[in-house]
């Protein structure tokens, strides 16, 4: 079996796959490095599962956060958008293994436009309740593509995660 695979960009803005396998030491070195600095909270900006991971101060684990907001979606059907074809397979188990009823569809966050459309376009005629951008690189001008598109409401992990990070840390 393949292992899990999340999707990022580069600084130089190239998007690239990577083995969770790979990649979930070097998050679990940067929570460390973190909380010796002093932090007092961790939001893991990633939508993809990366279990096993440790803290001693609080860690805000967003593909937990994302799943339990949608899974209070009663009897609906939720379209998943993801940013490749291979991570279809894998999101399919995680979304399913959660008790959802899911349509799942892709396009690259950090690709063309034209991916947007097809994938909103596709959620579309599948007539799904929900729409979830399920990659924490999707952005509000694509939420509202898919939106207009799907006619549906759309979960941009990017915009709720923000408006959760301010109420946990403002005054």
Do not use: H
């Amino acid at each position: 079996m393949r292992d899990y695979v999340l999707v990022t960009r580069l600084s130089n803005g190239t998007s690239v796959k990577v083995a969770r396998k790979r990649i979930a030491p070097l998050i679990q070195k940067c929570i460390r490095e973190l909380e010796d600095f002093g932090v007092d909270l961790n939001l893991l900006l990633c939508t993809g599962e990366i279990p096993s991971l440790k803290a001693k101060k609080p860690l805000l684990i967003s593909d937990e956060l994302i799943s339990n907001i949608v899974r209070c979606v009663k009897d609906g059907k939720i379209g998943i958008v993801v940013p490749e074809k291979e991570q279809v397979p894998q999101i399919k188990r995680r979304w399913e293994s959660r008790g959802l009823s899911v349509v799942i569809t892709n396009a690259n966050p950090y690709g063309e436009s034209k991916a947007f459309e097809k994938a909103a376009k596709f959620l579309a005629r599948e007539n799904v309740d929900l729409v979830v951008l399920d990659c924490i690189g999707f952005t509000p001008k694509v939420k509202e593509l898919f939106r207009r598109l799907t006619g549906k409401s759309v979960l941009l992990p990017q915009t709720f995660l923000g408006y959760l990070l301010k109420g946990l840390i403002s005054p």
